[in-house]
Nanobody, 115 residues
Framework: QVQLVESGGGLVQPGGSLRLSCAAS????????MGWYRQVPGKQREFVAR???????NYADSVKGRFSISRDNAKNTVYLQMDSLKPEDTAVYYC?????????WGRGTQVTVSS
């Protein structure tokens, strides 16, 4: 079993920044990808960013140039630095770790971008 705990969400004005964190714990042998997804009510969960254990990254087009994903392998923690936030970034953000053929998800953290 793997437990994922997100933190760092909140309310921010347009143009502001937030940094999300996700710590993985439990039966972990070797985590490959760690990623972030987001979801708004009534819509499907969508990919935001992911990072390999070697540091290679992928981003959704909607966040390229504004968001930055990083990780601390020693702490099994992944981060999402979100800059130049827009109202359309408002969503619940979920941490994702695929491991041993299963997808693990955190409970999510709310990010609200509003003036």
């Amino acid at each position: 079993q793997v437990q994922l705990v997100e933190s760092g969400g909140g309310l921010v004005q347009p143009g502001g920044s937030l940094r999300l964190s996700c710590a993985a714990s439990g039966t972990i042998f070797k985590i490959g990808y760690m990623g972030w997804y987001r979801q708004v009510p009534g819509k499907q969960r969508e990919f935001v960013a992911r990072i390999t254990n070697g540091g290679s990254t992928n981003y959704a087009d909607s966040v390229k140039g504004r968001f930055s994903i990083s990780r601390d392998n020693a702490k099994n923690t992944v981060y999402l630095q979100m800059d130049s936030l827009k109202p359309e970034d408002t969503a619940v953000y979920y941490c994702n770790v695929p491991l041993a053929g299963m997808d693990y998800w955190g409970r999510g953290t709310q990010v609200t971008v509003s003036s």
